[in-house]
């Protein structure tokens, strides 16, 4: 059953969170290993995974200063611009999307939906789209509107952090057994960051980059934490990232069509099936090896992005 949310207020999202499901999964893919996956991809089919607990507080607090319009930026495949626009259409904000490099002749498939979700989409220059963490950023792409609410590329300020916060909560709350690990995807590194700060006493976070600039991603990740000495109950895995963000190879793909066909669940090849590869490369290593003592359990959390999944390159290299 597809759900939506339909409101837009604290109590009405924290329920929808709730009835979140997991989903055991039982696969040679990841031998010894007792896996399971939170499905937060169902908990809206556009304002989809930790993209929709980013803006939560964020929209809320536009809504209470009564500020009408939300801007905020990313690229051609970003799934905040996608979820933001699906987000303002909503709930009744006019949303204006600044977007990295010049319009190009067809839209991908994500920005097509966000214009017709009503996001105004402003394309800016790459060297300019660089500055986009300066304070007169907004006021350099004309972008500084009346009564607006600006939100960072991905989510990615305090706000959203504290939305991370809930979904920490809900898994406490209705997570199927203690899991030893949770893992999941990063890109600005703020979901992982923001989980660790509500660390689980019993269990640690791993999270695996999906971009090369993983060194400013670990960077990010021990901002948002913003906890000293509990880095031990945190890793982000290197190497992962198969050549880069919204990079694929046939061995990636080939990964992807077979965990969607043991799963019946849909990944997409930006993050969660490099997300998944690299568990899987994991459990092959400890479980290969001679102290392999198994029967961990883990929690990969969806984080979304399955409207992603249209970007897939047709045809890859390999
Ligand atoms: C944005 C996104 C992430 C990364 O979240 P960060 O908080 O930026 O690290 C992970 N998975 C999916 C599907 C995303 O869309």
């Known amino acids: 059953m597809i759900r939506y949310l339909t409101e ?14 997991y989903q055991n999964i039982q696969s040679e893919l990841f031998p010894g290993i ?25 929209l809320l607090e536009a ?26 259409q909503r709930f009744g904000f006019k949303t204006i999307g600044i977007i990295r490099g010049e319009r190009p002749l067809l839209l991908s498939a994500m920005l097509q939906d966000a214009e017709r979700f009503g996001m105004e989409l402003r394309f800016v220059a790459r060297s300019v789209y660089r500055e986009r963490g300066s304070p007169d950023f907004l006021r350099k792409v004309g972008s500084f509107e009346e009564n607006f609410w600006f939100v960072p590329e991905g989510g990615a300020n305090e706000y959203g952090a504290a939305g991370v916060q809930v979904l920490w909560n809900v898994i406490d709350e209705t997570k199927p057994k203690d899991f030893d690990e949770y893992w999941l995807a990063c890109g600005t590194g703020l ?17 695996v980059p999906v971009l090369s600039a993983q060194d400013a991603i670990t960077q990010e990740v021990a901002r948002w ?26 061995a990636l793909v080939r990964f992807q069509c077979r965990l969607e066909a043991i799963t019946g669940v849909p990944f997409d090849h930006v993050y969660m099936a490099k997300l998944a590869h690299a568990l899987a490369a994991r459990c092959d290593e400890v479980h290969s090896s001679k102290d392999a003592k198994g029967g961990k359990s883990i929690l990969l959390v969806h984080t979304g992005g399955v409207q992603g999944r249209r970007g897939l390159p047709q045809r890859h290299p390999g």
């Open 8 to 21: 837009l207020s604290m109590d009405a999202f924290i329920k929808a969170a709730r009835k979140v499901p």
């Open 34 to 58: 007792d896996l399971w996956i939170r499905r937060d991809d169902l908990i809206d089919p556009l304002i989809s995974g930790n993209k929709s607990y980013k803006l939560i507080f964020n």
């Open 63 to 88: 809504r209470k200063q009564g500020r009408d319009t939300i801007v905020t930026c990313g690229g051609a495949w970003s799934n905040h611009i996608h979820a933001t626009a699906a987000a303002g």
């Open 191 to 207: 979901t992982l960051g923001a989980l660790a700060r509500e660390c689980p006493y019993k269990g640690r976070l791993v999270g």
């Open 225 to 250: 934490a913003s906890v000293d000495g509990n880095q031990r109950k945190l890793e982000v895995i290197g190497g992962a990232h198969h050549g880069g963000y919204a990079k694929v190879n046939s």
